[in-house]
């Protein structure tokens, strides 16, 4: 099967293209030809080795896998002998690792339910990563509660579009931080208050509020206090890219030290790819409370251009690879 591969750490002329091996089916797993998958910052920070000190989990001097890209849609084109909740033509989605390529084998108990069918294999191949992070950062971390007041700084990408509309399905008063073109767009995705952040500054406002999501870290603890209640949550999903050697890390490490001795919570976290919180926005897509929003799609012999353009940090919405 083709799919993309990588031997080095690199830019995106690093990623090419190729050959190999068909993945094996297990007796529990299915066979799902892979239609769409997306590609999230994780991808570019394991493409290029960066920061240093995530190369302890990447592989010190090569990556330790050749391949790459965990969201997925597709059709089930093949069952293991043990299968019962899936049949060879089944659409379905889910988060895999290894999927920029054609076929990918998931276990039948892990992270792969059936595809809503009012969304494309492009929408439901865009979820995992960036839609799990919404999802667990508001509801997990930050313990966001209907009629709270929350603030999504970061709001136009991949995670900020699935966060303002999860939010909104928790019941939450939304005000979402976008840069002045995007403004529009975040407000039709359901934001209560948009706050345009090349024009104002969001940690001046007279509003508090009870959880911030700081998708872009944007902002220093001090900066997001004042606009904290007192028992409020600051959950950091993203930060600038950083130095070489700590990258986002170096402003969590800033964050955490700032904030200690305060009765608000600071939270970072990885988002965990479960079948639990699958099943969830399987949900919520199919009652059309979230509703996946795609900026660029390309084909995946054209993942390094992907890649590029994800690298520029300003994609609107998720950027997809079609196979
Ligand atoms: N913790 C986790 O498990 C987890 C999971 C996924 C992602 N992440 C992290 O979350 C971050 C975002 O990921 P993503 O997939 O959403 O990336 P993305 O799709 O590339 O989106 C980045 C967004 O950030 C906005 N942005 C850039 N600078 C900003 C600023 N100063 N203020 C407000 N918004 C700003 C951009 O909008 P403009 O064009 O308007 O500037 C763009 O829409 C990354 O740092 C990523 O590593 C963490």
């Known amino acids: 099967m083709k799919a993309i591969v990588r031997t080095k750490y690199g830019s995106p002329e690093v990623l090419s293209l190729e050959e190999i091996e068909t993945p094996t089916l297990t007796d529990d797993g299915v066979l799902v030809r892979v239609h769409a998958t997306s590609v999230n910052p994780a991808e570019w920070y394991g493409m290029m080795g960066t920061p240093l000190i995530a190369r302890m989990a990447f592989g010190l001097r090569k990556p330790k896998t050749k391949t790459m890209g965990v969201d997925f849609a597709g059709t089930v084109a093949e069952v293991g002998k043990n299968v019962t909740r899936f049949h060879v033509g089944d659409e379905v989605f889910g988060g895999r690792d290894g999927v920029f390529a054609e076929y990918v084998v998931v276990g039948e108990a892990k992270a792969v339910l059936p595809k809503p069918a009012n969304v494309t294999m492009e929408q439901a191949g865009s979820v995992a990563i960036a839609a799990f992070t919404a999802l667990q950062g508001l509801r997990d971390k930050g313990k966001l509660q209907s009629g709270q007041?929350?603030?999504?700084?970061?709001?136009?990408?991949?995670?900020?579009?699935?966060?303002?509309?999860?939010?909104?399905?928790?019941?939450?008063?939304?005000?979402?931080?976008?840069?002045?073109?995007?403004?529009?767009?975040?407000?039709?995705?359901?934001?209560?208050?948009?706050?345009?952040?090349?024009?104002?500054?969001?940690?001046?406002?007279?509003?508090?509020?009870?959880?911030?999501?700081?998708?872009?870290?944007?902002?220093?603890?001090?900066?997001?206090?004042?606009?904290?209640?007192?028992?409020?949550?600051?959950?950091?999903?993203?930060?600038?890219?950083?130095?070489?050697?700590?990258?986002?890390?170096?402003?969590?490490?800033?964050?955490?030290?700032?904030?200690?001795?305060?009765?608000?919570?600071?939270?970072?976290?990885?988002?965990?790819?479960?079948?639990?919180?699958?099943?969830?926005?399987?949900?919520?897509?199919?009652?059309?409370?979230?509703?996946?929003?795609?900026?660029?799609?390309?084909?995946?012999?054209?993942?390094?251009?992907?890649?590029?353009?994800?690298?520029?940090?300003?994609?609107?919405?998720?950027?997809?690879?079609?196979?």
């Open 149 to 323: 007041q929350v603030l999504i700084n970061g709001a136009s990408g991949g995670v900020g579009t699935f966060a303002v509309q999860i939010a909104k399905w928790l019941g939450a008063e939304v005000t979402a931080v976008c840069s002045t073109r995007n403004v529009e767009h975040v407000r039709a995705l359901g934001a209560d208050h948009v706050i345009d952040y090349k024009r104002d500054d969001f940690t001046r406002s007279d509003r508090r509020y009870d959880l911030i999501l700081d998708v872009a870290g944007s902002r220093s603890w001090r900066e997001c206090r004042r606009i904290l209640n007192k028992k409020a949550r600051l959950v950091i999903v993203g930060a600038p890219k950083g130095n070489r050697l700590l990258g986002p890390v170096s402003h969590m490490l800033k964050t955490r030290l700032a904030s200690v001795g305060s009765r608000r919570k600071l939270v970072f976290f990885v988002a965990k790819i479960q079948k639990e919180d699958l099943a969830v926005l399987a949900d919520l897509m199919a009652t059309g409370s979230v509703t996946p929003v795609i900026d660029r799609t390309y084909t995946l012999a054209d993942a390094a251009d992907a890649m590029r353009y994800l690298g520029e940090g300003h994609a609107q919405g998720k950027i997809v690879l079609t196979i």
